[in-house]
């Protein structure tokens, strides 16, 4: 059977963390009442306007930037049209010509063989990144026949990163979408939380013989997790493969995943293909972006974007974090993917080192195993950890003084999980878990042991 | 005039709003006014006697009786566009404009008939009924026109006011308000103010906020002035002008309002006269007019010279691309589900939406939408839309030219003849007529340069003829001076209307045509 090459391209929506939203001055917030946060313009009251929001855009750039793109020094704004109850224009307002940043690249990791151990690097290439609305909610009512509209989320700032078909499974996908999200959560210009619509992924899977053009490919939406999005990748690759090897075509379609069955499925409401009528926003001139160099003398500041500006005062993406602990603490890449992983770990670990004379290296192993295991397990965040990095560090110290052996350690650490306001040295004396330092003591139990059990020490030596 | 009388309280801001309020009435008949806004206005005219007594009006507006095109939004009181899809809606807030023009103290008598959305030449076609001519109740027309049979009164004689600006040029024609807003995408400002002997003026693309008016081509669009004279066109523009933050297409550089030289020496003036507007159509008239006015700068030693604007020709199936592409994208809005007429329909939103729009639109503007559409397909959008541009730029750019050779101001005609009957107008459809009459308007709408109405001369039937001036872009203060200048050369006449003359009032009685600045 010839091999099958599966090919895996992303379309990602992370909702920008802004005030306001993207033309209107109307608030964006998660789970408010409905319609509450719906500006005239958000409603398209006739006569209004769309007016840029400038924070959008420099959540817009610093993603470029993050993302190793070109920044568009202009870029302009298109209507895209369609009727649907949740967008009250008729159009969305996006970028189709020319987008805010292209070509960019994401460079993502993976475990090898299910192993901590080994990790490649690979990358996916971005080809843009554009600017434009959200839509409103709308919820069928079947038994009443009828839709409820919420436009609280019309018009708020999205950003769509499109990732060309690098990946090839859902592991890769993953990954990416995962180191996505670290990276605009560093950045601030997305909170890109997916359970709560900040981050959405739409797939686009293919499959083909190698040396052959690539194969039809489906849209998969209605993705909800990253987890979900690796399980539906894959099994849409599946899917493919045995329809194909069954003698079946593929259909150009958008397919939703669903999520119990774990399965995609055909989506009812698409129907064949849109014509979108693009058309450029006539009530917005070009965004112009300078740089250092571009710049001109007596610019107003407020109303000026600079790129090289917002390129000097980028945090630390994720990818220098993790070289960084790396070089610092001496341990190994896995774990510093595994500290960035979790929100608050890898300060909380660096809490732990600053407190204590324990090796990083081995600090690293309380950290990422017992500690992390504890919170997953209880569902906790490492804010919500009842134990504080100086409760760690503490406990860490009586270790490597030998105080305590390190079973003990992990009696004395499962004590303070209950929370209950002891210190680790207080636990230590109540359950008498210090270790003998008095080499004479030692040798008088042993004796006494010895003493007690003749027979089995006589056993013992003789073999 | 009527300002320095408000000033020195020889009538008062009350009176003044009521005199025109019963004026409106009786000149009912001319269907000028869709709303008209009877206890606001007073409240408003109240609040500025107060201002006059105090010594403290807010400028030259404060108590001046106004009225606004029906596409403007106003807060509180009716905006329909002359359309069934907007009957009732009551908008939250107020147009920048209308906000500015209220903020000066200006009294809002109402809002004005227009074409359904501001689509059209005649201000025929609007769900409110036709606009009349006040000039064709003048003592002019009458003493002119020959009634065919004795049966045949004025009802049926009566001429079109041009479009689609149509009810507010009627309304400061026949003195019912003393500056109106009208917009102007095609001519619709320019063409009504020729037809009913008005100065129309149509500002820079960018000068003035949109914020608040509905769109019909949201490139082309601009609030349009509508005056009895220059001066106050002026006085209106400063009040108007700058840059509006809620509109991204305003410039931002600070607008400096001016007042209008009365200048004498025209020598170093060099006025442009394109020979592609000479149109096929145009009257003999009209041109005779145009010659002669030409020849009176001439005379007076300023230059004047024939210029070509050869991309002219192509400007009209230019702009219906453009503007039918808009109107698609613009009307997609009105779906029924937010705000204004919904249908009854319940099967589905899809079925909804399709009735709601079938039920809320004339066939105007479903023609249009429909066009617009067609041309925005994928498969259709290089061929026509982006060609259409590039010939827009074409067209801008011939003006271009032509101010870059040392010419200051173009003239030409505004209109192609007098105002026509209203019978012979409908005999042609809306888009026909569009085509022929939007001619020598709508290019300076592509290039998005200031033009202006003047009223000129009478025509052989005892209707206003007006001319155009074009300018340079944002050089409004330089357009208005020489437009003033040619105002006062050709001293058009008021117009003799017997409703005026009933309520006589020494604010009327004037040679020339009366005025507030």
Redesign the interface.
Known sequence: LAPWVPVVGLEIHAQISSNSKLFSGSQVQFAAPPNSLVS?FD??????????NRRCVEAAVMTGLALNCSINKKSLFD?K?Y?Y?DL????QITQQRVPIAVNGSLSYSLCIDNKMSQMVTKTVRIKQIQLEQDSGKSLHDDTR?Q?L?DLNRAGVGLMEVVMEPDMCCGEEAAAAVRELQLILQTLGSSQAVMAEGQLRVDANVSVHHPGEPYGVRTEVKNINSIRFLAKAVDYEIQRQIEELENGGTILNETRAFDSKLGCTVPMRDKEGKQ?????PE????PLILYDAKSLPANMNHQ?VINIDWIHERLPDLPSVKREKLVEQYGILPEHSFALLNEDGLAEFYENVVKQTRMKPKRVIGWVLNDLLSYLKQHSLTVKESPVSSALLADLLNLLEKKEISSTAAKQVLAELWKGEGKTPLEIVKEQKLQLLQDEKELEQICQAVIDRQENEVIMMVLG | QVSAALKEGRVSPTELCQQCLSLIKSTKFLNAYITIAEETALKQAEASEERYKRGRPLGVLDGIPIAVKDNFNTAGIETTCASNMLRGYISPYNATVVQKLLDQGAVLLGKTNLDEFAMGSGSTDGVFGPVRNPWSYSRQYKEKSVPKSHSEDKESNWVITGGSSGGSAAAVSSFTCFAALGSDTGGSTRNPAAHCGVVGLKPTYGLISRHGLIPLVNSMDVPGILTRCVDDAAVVLGSLAGHDPKDSTTIQDSFKPFELPNLTDVSKLSIGIPKEYHAPGLSGEILAVWSKAADLFRNAGAKVVEVSLPHTCYSIVCYHVLCTAEVASNMARFDGLEYGHRSDMKESTESMYAATRREGFNDVVRGRILSGNYFLLKQNYEKYFVKAQKVRRLIANDFVKVFRSGVDVLLTPTTLSDAAPYKEFIKEDNRTRSAQNDILTQAANMAGLPAINVPTALSERGLPIGLQFIGRSFQEQQLLTVAKWFEKQVQFPVIQLEEVKRHDHDVFQHEKSASFS
């Open positions: 005239f409603a398209s009251l006739p006569g209004t306007l769309p007016v840029l209507r049209h009727f109850a009250p224009a008729g159009y026949s839709t509209v014509d979108y009528r693009f058309m006539p009530n917005l001139p109303q």
